[in-house]
């Protein structure tokens, strides 16, 4: 069964540090470009960050740049977002999707996700 689960969300308060994951399973995630994306109530679906098959490039969207780092580990199925210096506006639900390559901040075609984590940024 593929499944695709992001965790680590959650709440915390402007400032703070949150490290999402996204684990595959039933599928090698090895094989695809991981994108993260995320989607605020009333607001546009926002390409976060991606990074390719083999880690070697990262794209990230300006209002993360400097405060996301996007990694993968191939062996545990395993892609991750570490979020820095959270700020309010950065309250959204986060997803990740898995692409055969990142288009701008994005993965492309989407060909897997999950159902998002959220995270919350309020003091």
């Known amino acids: 069964q593929l499944q695709f689960v992001e965790s680590g969300g959650g709440l915390v308060q402007p400032g703070g540090s949150l490290r999402l994951s996204c684990t595959a399973s039933g599928f090698t995630l090895a094989y695809y470009a991981i994108g993260w994306f995320r989607q605020a109530p009333g607001k546009e679906r926002e390409g976060v960050s991606c990074?390719?098959?083999?880690?070697?490039?990262?794209n990230y969207a300006d209002s993360v740049k400097g405060r996301f780092i996007i990694s993968r580990d191939n062996v545990k199925n395993t892609v991750y977002l570490q979020m820095n210096s959270l700020k309010p506006e950065d309250t959204a639900v986060y997803y990740c999707?898995?692409?055969?390559?990142?288009?701008?901040?994005?993965?492309?075609?989407?060909?897997?996700w999950g159902q998002g984590t959220q995270v919350t940024v309020s003091s």
């Open positions: 990074i390719s098959s083999s880690g070697g490039s990262t």
């Open positions: 999707a898995a692409g055969d390559y990142c288009s701008g901040y994005d993965s492309y075609p989407r060909r897997y």
